[in-house]
């Protein structure tokens, strides 16, 4: 847990104010799903988490429930549901995550909408092969995405698929850095008809030849501003989360209305009599409610003030 919360403080002085996710969800055992989250975690700030493709690690399910304590609870999935399977996505909302998954057909088209929704534009794109096994050329890749805030976007040997190539007119890029290890001479000269400017990266050569001159002005810009966007990201865990009401069973929810009717803040012995629940039931639900960070709970005399952390919206019951 402190690892995830400190990754994401550390990558929010990197220029990701309000990413629209708090963690990814990959595949431990697909790297190319986990490079192209890779990107997107360097350039928003965000962290990494792995999962087999039909249940989380107990491990890792804790980290994500402590992470979700500090108001982190936007989970992206990457990857189909094949990948990862939908009964993966329903524990996490179980425990009150909110998630969205982005996957194609295959993995060219995962990569372009990664890149499309994710990014909205770019200047440059990373383009390397998504048949290869050469998995060096595959963290070279990465190397050059993470330096220069480009999505990376998979083609075949001999063909740019059509979602990769709506991709790049999305994006509007300009550049391509295109890593040619197991490309055909033809898939070079088509990524260089839609972009224009193509720099090939050649084992061998060196990589920071191939990044943009301004990078390391837009590297200094980040720091001289992080010490600014770190509090803005600690601001960000004292806001109250607007939540829906859905994320709540109807006994969970009877609480939060009988806590949010007395002005957000209650002691846990009037709730009896408020919902006609046993004290024991009370307690079971007020400990559930704490744990997901809805409830705040602390000793007041014999009992325990309970304070609404969440703003609800949407229809009750």
Known sequence: MRRLLLVS?????????????????????????????QTYSHKFGIPIVTTTPDQLDAGVKEELLGYKRFGFNRVLIVGGERAIYPSVQADLEREGFVTHRI?????????ARVAVELFGQSE???????ESKDYGALLAAGRLAAKTGYPI??????????SVSEALRSLRVKKALVLDQGLADGTTDSIRSAVGEVV?????????????????????????????VIVAGILRLR????????????DEERVVRAILESGGELTQDQLPEKTDFSRPKVSRITADLVGRAIISKEPSGR???????????GAKR
Do not use: C, Q
């Open 239 to 250: 806001k109250k989360e607007r939540v829906p009401y859905t994320l709540l069973t109807e």
């Open 9 to 37: 403080l550390a990558f929010l002085a990197m220029g990701a104010l309000e990413p629209p996710y708090d963690a990814i969800l990959v595949r431990a055992d697909l790297p190319l799903e986990w490079l192209i989250s």
């Open 200 to 228: 090939v990266v050649r084992e061998g050569g060196d990589l920071a030849a191939a990044i943009p001159r301004d990078g390391g002005y837009k590297l200094f810009l980040f720091g001289a501003f992080a010490g600014v």
């Open 153 to 162: 976007l998979f083609v075949k040997a001999d063909e740019v698929p059509l």
């Open 124 to 130: 440059g794109a990373v383009i390397a092969s998504g």
């Open 103 to 111: 996957s194609e057909a295959d993995r060219y088209g995962t990569s």
């Open 303 to 313: 009992t325990h003030k309970l304070v609404i952390k969440k703003e609800f919206y």
